[in-house]
């Protein structure tokens, strides 16, 4: 099938990251550089939604079913992240795993706090991660004005990057006891309206989906989304951990449903199984709502971009109208290898799989992903090794 997408040219992303690296330094003085280079954006390895970009440290909207608080952060002090936006996409192009441009890494704002508590904040660094190019998307809770939404809808038009807007609705009639501290639905739903109305694409994200909870409402909620000017949703799991378990029981929910789905309930985040995922996801379809396994996708569909993750290969790939297919919307194998040497990633490619030699950073495998459009295996003792190490 003919690709309607630019084709990736792989070593162009590598240069294209020298240059702005260098181009950034010389606008830091050296104990900003050095703050940016501590800091955890430059070696924190891009999950399968990309290279998640923290704007707040904490988070006030105390959501019942939240999973911060098992990651070291807090319900209360809520704090801008320290870094200035300049230093901060310094720390990023000094990320091994990371590349720039629209065909280059996913960034992901929004995954351990609410981005916009603070709005000037999250504006400054959206306006500057902007100018690398990439594939933005931000989820929120945050009550998105016209105003905010007209700003954000600029900062994508100015500097020709996509920006993709998750509005996070999982409860309409428990909002109340899941989510009392977060603007209610219904301020969210205006929130879709707000963004479609500037010009931008809002998702739905309809996760965590929690058995026993909040499963009857599925249905009410596309439609609400829907009518306030979603175009998809993205369908997502439930993960708890002992703590989450005690805190929807100590609101008085009834979380039998959940236990009897998991074998372990301890410290760590486990996924509890969710076959009622594909009922949702079916009854989006019918009310023409795009829908999405992953967000990288859709991120990749609102950037016209092949998904960075590989989702088409061996990921969750829902096949929407972004259409990502092999071989068409992979690179050559030749540049890929040529371009992995420079980044000393020794690999085999075979038709849509590559295989890794070696591991020489953590997170290699994702921009190994990245570069090639394909899936990756690494040869175990080598991320065995790389793990090891960085323990
Ligand atoms: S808004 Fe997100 S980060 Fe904040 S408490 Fe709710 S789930 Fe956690
Ligand atoms: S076509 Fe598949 S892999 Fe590509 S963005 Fe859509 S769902 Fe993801």
Same mark, same amino acid.
């Given at each position: ?21 260098? =181009? ?13 280079? *501590? ?16 704007? @707040?440290? $904490? ?8 999973? %911060?608080?098992? =990651? ?9 992240? #320290? ?18 441009? *629209? ?8 995954? &351990? ?22 594939? %933005? ?9 016209? $105003?905010?939404?007209?700003?954000? +809808?600029?900062? !994508? ?13 999982? @409860? ?10 977060? #603007? ?39 439609? +609400?989304?829907?009518?306030?000017? +979603? ?9 708890? @951990? *002992?703590?989450? %378990? ?9 979380? &039998?449903?959940?236990?009897? *789905? ?9 996924? &509890? ?39 088409? %290969? ?18 050559? !194998?030749?540049?890929?290898?040529? !371009? ?6 020794? +690999? ?7 295989? =890794?030699? $070696? ?10 992903? $990245? ?21």
């Amino acid at each position: 099938m003919k690709s309607n997408k630019e084709k990736i040219n792989p070593m162009e992303l590598i240069i294209k990251k020298s240059e702005l690296f260098s =181009m950034y330094g010389e606008e830091l003085t050296d104990s900003e550089k050095e703050r940016a280079l *501590r800091d955890f954006h430059a070696r924190r390895p891009p999950r399968w939604c990309g290279l998640t970009v923290h704007v @707040t440290i $904490n988070c006030p909207f105390q959501c019942a079913y939240c999973y %911060i608080e098992d =990651m070291g952060f807090k319900f209360d002090g809520p704090r801008p992240y #320290p870094l200035s936006s300049k230093e901060l996409v310094y720390a990023i192009l000094s990320n091994p795993c990371f590349l720039p441009s *629209r065909h280059g890494t996913l960034i992901a704002i929004g995954a &351990v706090s609410e981005p916009f508590i603070f709005p000037s904040k999250a504006l400054e660094y959206l306006r500057e991660l902007a100018k690398l190019g990439n594939p %933005i998307q931000f989820s929120t809770k945050q009550y998105i004005s016209k $105003n905010l939404a007209e700003k954000i +809808a600029s900062i !994508a038009i100015e500097y020709n990057t996509p920006i993709s807007p998750l509005i996070t609705i999982i @409860t309409m009639q428990k909002y109340d006891i899941l989510e009392r501290f977060a #603007p209610p639905p219904e301020k969210r739903l205006d929130s879709i309206k707000n963004l479609r109305d500037a010009g931008l694409k809002p998702v739905l994200f309809l996760r965590p989906l929690i058995p026993g909870i909040n499963l009857d409402e599925i249905e009410d909620i596309l439609e +609400a989304a829907k009518d306030s000017g +979603a175009v998809g949703v993205v369908i997502g799991g439930f993960r708890v @951990t *002992r703590r989450i %378990i005690n805190r929807l029981e100590s609101l008085g929910l009834n979380t &039998v449903l959940i236990k009897e *789905r998991l074998k372990i309930i301890d410290e760590k985040q486990r996924n &509890v199984p969710l076959p009622e995922k594909k009922i949702a996801m079916n009854k989006a379809k019918k009310k023409g709502l795009i829908t999405w396994a992953s967000t990288c996708c859709a991120n990749s569909w609102n950037a016209n971009v092949p998904c960075p993750s590989a989702c088409f %290969i061996d990921g969750p790939c829902t096949k929407c109208p972004n259409f990502c297919s092999y071989p068409a919307d992979t690179p050559n !194998a030749s540049e890929v290898i040529k !371009a992995l040497q420079e980044l000393n990633i020794n +690999a085999k490619i075979k038709g849509p799989r590559v295989l =890794m030699l $070696n591991y020489p950073f953590k997170g290699a495998d994702m921009l190994v992903r $990245n570069i090639s459009r394909r899936s990756v295996k690494v040869v175990k003792k080598f991320k065995r090794s790389i793990s090891l190490a960085s323990n």
